[in-house]
């Protein structure tokens, strides 16, 4: 899987949106972008994916650009709750292979959100 | 739809009992896995299963042994359980859609061990 870089931690005002970075330069043209995030105890939840056009969901807003060598994680009105570690993780698209399809998280950036 | 559930939350073990933890999943998913989650490590994936039925290895399946005999349920036993075990272990299911194929697993609350 292609290496992503991500800035350890940033802060978020409530209400305000949260814009998360993410640096894959080294993507191949098969391999599509997830986020997921882990709030504090819990398990991974996923947030969105995309391979090179924007997404959108109701939790939030995948923007790709177009050399697909970076992404952000858009959280249009970020709230208490939004407070995570956010994984981006690039993943080779096509059938489940015998080698196990694992996830594999890095150290994510810690959002924060404030009041 | 209560989604990827794990049994139990928290156990406190003594070295050498055995458990078993249970992951249940009622979103009729092919593929389950189970992960440990270690302090300022990632997820490391032990066992996982394409099917009901079969099983395979991940990268660290030592001192773990488990079942898939529905396909809702996958099942991580220790036997011998040991200090090292200590951990978050966390179960995931997943389908792949459309095309070109992708995959989203999807993450049960976790199960917290701890072996002493």
């Known amino acids: 899987d292609a290496k992503t870089t991500q800035p350890p931690s940033m802060d978020c005002a409530e209400g305000r949106a949260a814009n998360l970075p993410c640096n894959h330069s080294?993507?191949?043209?098969?391999?599509?972008v997830y986020w997921y995030r882990q709030i504090h105890s819990q398990g991974p939840q996923y947030i969105i994916h995309g391979l090179k056009n924007n997404e959108t969901n109701e939790m939030a807003s995948l923007i790709i650009t177009e050399d697909r060598k970076s992404s952000t994680l858009i959280l249009p009105h970020a709230t208490l709750r939004d407070t995570a570690v956010y994984y981006c993780i690039v993943r080779p698209q096509g059938a489940f292979t015998g080698g196990g399809n694992k996830l594999t998280f890095g150290t994510g950036t810690q959002l924060k959100v404030e009041l | 739809n209560a989604g990827v559930t794990q049994t139990p939350k928290f156990r406190v073990l003594k070295t050498g009992q055995s458990m078993t933890l249970l992951c249940a999943q009622d979103?009729?998913?092919?593929?389950m896995y189970w992960y440990r989650q270690d302090p300022g490590m990632g997820l490391r994936l032990i066992h996982y299963?394409?099917?009901?039925?079969?099983?395979a290895k991940g990268e660290v399946p030592d001192g773990y042994n488990v079942s898939r005999l529905k396909k809702q349920n996958f099942l991580l036993g220790l036997e011998s359980a040991a200090p090292s075990q200590t951990s978050v272990y966390f179960c995931?299911?997943?389908?792949?859609?459309?095309?070109?194929?992708?995959?989203?697993?999807?993450f049960g609350p976790g199960t917290r061990l701890l072996v002493l």
């Open positions: 080294t993507i191949s043209g098969n391999e599509y």
């Open positions: 995931a299911s997943s389908y792949q859609t459309g095309s070109p194929i992708q995959e989203t697993q999807y």
């Open positions: 299963s394409v099917g009901e039925g079969t099983t």
């Open positions: 979103m009729n998913h092919e593929y």
